[in-house]
């Protein structure tokens, strides 16, 4: 194992479990589900959760997310050299999709601390409060 895939067996989850707990705390927030507060999102961010993932991209970087580590698991073994020249095509097609769940993962994380500083700035009652005003209405 090489020190980058020593590194990212660590970064990744972490990345992962950071961004689930800011996209569930905004989603209990807003009373809204998790899949649906991407409005603002960028163009790439709102196609991968465009139809709860039920898309290209979605499909991509869902395999991507739980593909790549199953997929680097079995390069390990010993396959054939057929197998093994697919599992590295595959695995590079892969990267794309764990790259891609990356972004959306730091987009879901950037955007829930903008909220953060956000409602920081103006504290609940203020009469700049944008939250308060959201949840009036």
């Known amino acids: 194992m090489s020190k980058l895939d020593a590194a990212l067996c660590v970064i990744i989850p972490t990345m992962e479990w950071v961004a689930m707990l800011c996209s569930q705390i905004v989603a209990f927030d807003e009373g809204k589900h998790w899949k649906t507060n991407h409005q ?3 163009w790439i ?5 465009r139809g709860g993932f039920w898309n290209p991209i979605g499909a991509l970087t869902i ?4 593909g790549l580590p199953l ?3 079995a390069r390990v073994c ?5 197998c093994l020249l697919v599992l590295d095509w595959a695995i590079l097609l892969l990267y794309i999709g764990r790259a891609l769940g990356a972004r959306a993962e730091i987009w879901v994380i950037t955007s829930f601390f903008d909220k953060v500083l956000e409602a920081d700035r103006n504290p609940p009652g203020s009469s700049s409060n944008k939250l308060d005003k959201q949840k009036a209405n």
């Open 78 to 82: 010993k396959l054939p050299p057929l």
């Open 40 to 42: 603002n999102a960028p």
């Open 45 to 49: 961010v709102r196609e991968i959760f």
């Open 71 to 73: 997929a680097k698991l």
């Open 63 to 66: 395999a991507g997310i739980f």
